[in-house]
C-alpha cells in the first residue's frame, strides 16, 4: 500500500513563505514526475509545479519566480518552497506521484493567505 504524507500547509500574511512537504512510503517504485496541485473553493484542481525524475522542473505562470520544487529522490520525497504568496494562492494544495503507470495523489494540505 502506498501512501503519501503532506506537511507545511498553513496560515499565512501576504508576502510570507510556507514550505511544503510530501513524503511517499510503502511499496512504491520507480518514481518517475513528483508535483503539486491545488484547488480554490468554485474553481477546478490545476497544476501548480512539477519535476521529472531528472530534476526537470515546470510551473504554472502564476508561480513563477515566487515558488520552487524539488525532490530528494533517497527519502521519496518532494518539496514546495512558496515564497511572496498572495491571497490569491489560498487553496488545498495536493502532491501527485507518479510511478510506473500508477498515480497517486496525497490528502491534500491548506494554505491560507491573508490580506
Known amino acids: 500500500q502506498v501512501q503519501l504524507v503532506e506537511s507545511g500547509g498553513g496560515l499565512v500574511q501576504a508576502g510570507g513563505s510556507l514550505r511544503l512537504s510530501c513524503a511517499a512510503s510503502?511499496?512504491?517504485?520507480?518514481?518517475?514526475?513528483m508535483g503539486w496541485y491545488r484547488q480554490a473553493p468554485g474553481k477546478q484542481r490545476e497544476l501548480v509545479a512539477n519535476i521529472s525524475s531528472g530534476g526537470v522542473t515546470n510551473y504554472v505562470d502564476s508561480v513563477t519566480g515566487r515558488f520552487t520544487i524539488s525532490r530528494d529522490n533517497a527519502r521519496n520525497t518532494v518539496y514546495l518552497q512558496m515564497n511572496s504568496l498572495k491571497p490569491e494562492d489560498t487553496a488545498v494544495y495536493y502532491c501527485n506521484v507518479k510511478a510506473r503507470e500508477y498515480v497517486y495523489w496525497g490528502q491534500g494540505t491548506q494554505v491560507t493567505v491573508s490580506s
Open positions: 510503502g511499496r512504491i517504485f520507480s518514481i518517475s514526475a
